[in-house]
């Protein structure tokens, strides 16, 4: 892989102005950003794109749809070891799956969350590389 090429996120919210936020934001900080507000087909469209790292909102209105994304992607070889960051204003149901999170690899950010620290655990995911290893 050629270290020079901008870093691929891909974006997955329900939220069309917290994607404009985060598309705009990574973009300014020298990152490749694709972003989608659907949920179907998600899967496919982070194989298409082949992202360095995930950033996956857990719920899309009232359902933790992203719950299930995470798991077609740790269970897909194609994307199980692609670096991620879940999201959710569910503070209960982050806390709830802490240890099974660590234990993939995934971090978690609570919204609102706070940019500089967004971009921090972006740095970090980025820099340990695929879930589980290190570089």
Do not use: C
């Not at 990574?26 to 998600?42: F, M």
């Not at 996956?56 to 933790?64: K, N």
């Not at 991620?84 to 999170?101: G, M, T």
């Amino acid at each position: 892989m050629n270290d020079r090429r901008k870093k691929r996120i891909a974006v997955l919210n329900d939220d069309r102005p917290i994607l404009d936020l985060l598309d705009a934001l990574l973009t300014e900080h020298g990152y490749e950003v694709k972003t989608r507000k659907e949920w179907d087909n998600a899967v496919a469209f982070i194989h298409e794109y082949a992202p360095d790292l995930v950033i996956l909102d857990i719920m899309m209105g009232h359902q933790d749809t992203g719950w299930q994304v995470l798991e077609l992607l740790t269970l897909d070889p194609r994307t199980r070891d692609v670096p991620v960051i879940v999201s959710s204003a569910a503070i209960d149901q982050l806390h709830a799956q802490q240890e099974n999170l660590e234990r993939l690899g995934v971090l978690a950010i609570e919204k609102p969350f706070d940019i500089d620290d967004l971009l921090r655990l972006t740095a970090q995911a980025l820099e340990k590389g695929p879930r589980g290893t290190r570089r």
